[in-house]
């Protein structure tokens, strides 16, 4: 499998999120990421769920959907209903981690954990077979645009080996100031999905900068 690319719709155009929707679904991107914040785990509040929806309706790809808010498990059927094959929710936000993700399975979804840049991989060890897809952020959630954090890479590498030791099929994903500049190094350290906003939808021609990073 080659690496997977999500841009990250938090970037877009909100007044022309068909259109940004569509050059999504013309490229060579493989999800969309739905970045969801309520203004009480992460200090920002993104976009409900009319908006959402409209995504939902306009998107030909899978839904890959970031939930940082509080008790994400009042909202797995929701976000089931919405179409989403992908619902991750946050360590850090999820007292019964264990169960929600259970949940979220049982809806037919992809089960996702995000980890703050603080939260250490090794954590997720005794529920990795649970797991779907890790998320680990390079930013602190909240916002686009935010430079990568360095110490990503040795988490990447950690995970990487806690999922073979486990034969696991978990995928891992990385979240917050992804570029050309960091992209292939955490690819070769075991990377399998890369989120981009800004550096998407920020560059000139953004279906190119999917393709880029596609193929690093
Ligand atoms: C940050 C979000 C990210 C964000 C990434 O809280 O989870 O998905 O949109 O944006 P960039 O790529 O601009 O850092
Ligand atoms: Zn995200």
Same mark, same amino acid.
């Given at each position: 499998m080659g690496t997977l690319v999500a841009p990250s719709l938090l970037a877009a155009d909100f007044g022309n999120l068909e259109r940004d929707c569509k050059m999504v679904n013309a490229s060579d991107a493989d999800w969309f990421h739905i970045d969801v914040m309520d203004g009480v785990f992460v200090p920002n509040i993104s976009f409900g769920m009319p908006v959402i929806k409209s995504? %939902? %309706?306009? %998107?030909?790809?899978? #839904?890959?959907?970031?939930l940082m808010i509080v008790e994400p498990e009042r909202y797995i059927d929701a976000f089931a209903d919405l179409g989403s094959d992908v619902l991750t929710v946050h360590y850090e936000a999820s007292t019964h981690l264990n169960k929600t993700l259970d949940s979220i399975r049982g809806k037919g979804m992809k089960a996702g954990v995000a980890l703050n840049p603080h939260t250490p991989v090794d954590l997720l060890e005794p529920i990795i077979n649970d797991i779907d897809v890790v998320c680990i952020m390079s930013v602190n959630p909240g916002f686009g645009g935010q430079r990568f954090i360095e110490t990503t890479y040795q988490k990447v590498s950690k995970l990487r080996g806690i999922i073979e030791e486990n034969n696991a099929t978990t995928l891992i994903e990385i979240d917050g100031g992804v570029t050309d500049q960091n992209a292939k190094? #955490?690819?070769?350290?075991?990377?399998?999905?890369?989120? %981009?906003?800004?550096?998407?939808f920020s560059s000139e021609n953004p279906q190119e900068t999917i393709k880029g990073l596609k193929n690093i």
């Open positions: 995504i %939902a %309706a306009h %998107a030909k790809k899978p #839904l890959d959907v970031h190094r #955490l690819v070769e350290l075991g990377a399998d999905v890369l989120v %981009a906003g800004s550096f998407v």
